[in-house]
């Protein structure tokens, strides 16, 4: 049985053409609703049944179903599974405990009925029967271990999965591994996948997030490493049952001959819907300037940096370094159309929404901004479009 829900509204109901967010916080507890209409982006709800860390969020806008990750670092860890409304309110479907420090999550299988995910803490790879809504269950796990530490042993001391990602012909997941330094790869059998030969990473760089363009008949991933602040580019080819990554680039986060400042993290990477940009967003750098939202002087931001895709070859080209809107932003996520970037700043418990120009790449003039998250630090650390 689904548990009692904990919801309160902050605003009457909105109008059905309104544009909805739905962001994460630490500090709150809350999956927090958002409506961005105009230059307004406003609280509509909060939602506190994700538990103690709310994390990552996976949609399925085609059921209105919405899915929470908790890491679980002040309580348990748990999947909460949500019926989204069109005034963007939240209704709690269920709640299940989960391994601790689930990161990352994906949909795949039949109508979309399984939800991977990844476990960064406890070095894992699981999966979830979500057919069922009201009745979330475990279907499979499976865990890591290392022979020895990486080249990173602060770091890289066990395996660390940090994503989960279904491909493009959705045949197969690959979940990135900071700590053993692999692209763990996993064939899609119907409902369930096995486990297959994984990739290796560049030693020591630490894959956190990835991501697939398809352009005519080549297929490449792209991954965002923390460790070393670099990104890397491989060709991806299928054979059968399997597929095989070759290395193309690997450079800084800043572009080729490029640098960060020490104590900088790399952070999320998305791919553009018409999959011509990679973009990513790095924490830690403090090393832009942009106007105060409270409209007096000024704030340090850290960036989201864009690369075009050559289609030929998979190489990327520097686009653009753009303020995320302040400190921390952790994860970002773009609309349908690609016209639109919504930015996590977990420092500054701010949600900042972006214009975006999908000919250039380029991140424009602020669209709006909201305050997200109560408290000193670890606000919002992810949020992502109704679409």
Not at 153 to 163: F, V
Not at 185 to 202: E, F, H, Q
Request: charged share 15%; aromatic share 8%.
């Amino acid at each position: 049985m689904a548990p009692p829900m904990r919801f309160f509204s902050l605003l009457l109901a909105i109008p059905a053409s309104a544009e909805i967010l739905f962001a994460t916080s630490y500090n709150d507890h809350a999956v927090t609703s958002l409506n961005l209409k105009g230059s307004t982006l406003s609280v509509v709800s909060k939602n506190l049944d994700c538990g103690s860390e709310p994390t990552w969020l996976t949609l399925d806008k085609s059921k209105q179903r919405l899915y929470c990750l908790n890491e679980g670092w002040g309580g348990a860890a748990s999947l909460t599974s949500y019926s989204t409304k069109p005034d963007g309110k939240l209704e709690t479907l269920d709640v299940l405990p989960v391994l601790k420090s689930p990161v990352s999550s994906t949909l795949f299988g039949y109508n979309n009925d399984r939800l991977a995910v990844a476990h960064y803490d406890t070095s894992t790879f699981s999966s979830y029967d979500v057919a069922n809504p009201r009745d979330l269950r475990l279907q499979k796990n499976e865990t890591y271990t290392l022979a020895a530490p990486g080249p990173n042993p602060d770091r890289q001391e066990a395996p660390h999965l940090h994503d989960a990602i279904l491909d493009p012909t959705r045949k197969f997941l690959v979940s990135p591994d900071l700590g053993a330094d692999l692209l763990r790869l996993y064939r899609v059998n119907g409902n369930s996948w096995t486990a297959i030969t994984p990739a290796k990473a560049v030693p020591g760089s630490g894959p956190r997030h990835g991501g697939f363009a398809v352009h005519g008949g080549n297929t490449y991933f792209y991954s965002v490493n923390e460790l070393t602040n670099t990104i890397t580019g491989y060709k991806v080819t299928y054979k059968g049952d399997s597929l095989s990554f070759a290395q193309i680039l690997n450079f800084s986060t800043h572009g080729p001959g490029g640098s960060v400042p020490a104590g900088t993290k790399s952070a999320e990477l998305e791919i553009s819907p018409d999959q011509r940009f990679v973009i990513i967003s790095s924490r830690g750098e403090n090393s832009l300037t942009i106007p105060a939202f409270s409209g007096t002087g000024t704030i340090p931001s850290d960036p989201i940096i864009s690369f075009a895709v050559n289609p030929a070859n998979g190489q990327l080209t520097l686009a653009q370094i753009a303020p995320a809107g302040g400190r921390n932003p952790r994860g970002f996520s773009l609309n349908k159309a690609g016209t639109l970037v919504a930015s996590a700043l977990q420092d500054d418990n701010r949600v900042v929404v972006y214009k975006r120009d999908v000919k250039t790449g380029k991140l424009g003039d602020v669209v709006a901004s909201a305050t997200v998250g109560e408290g000193a630090n670890n606000g919002p650390n992810y949020v992502l479009f109704n679409e």
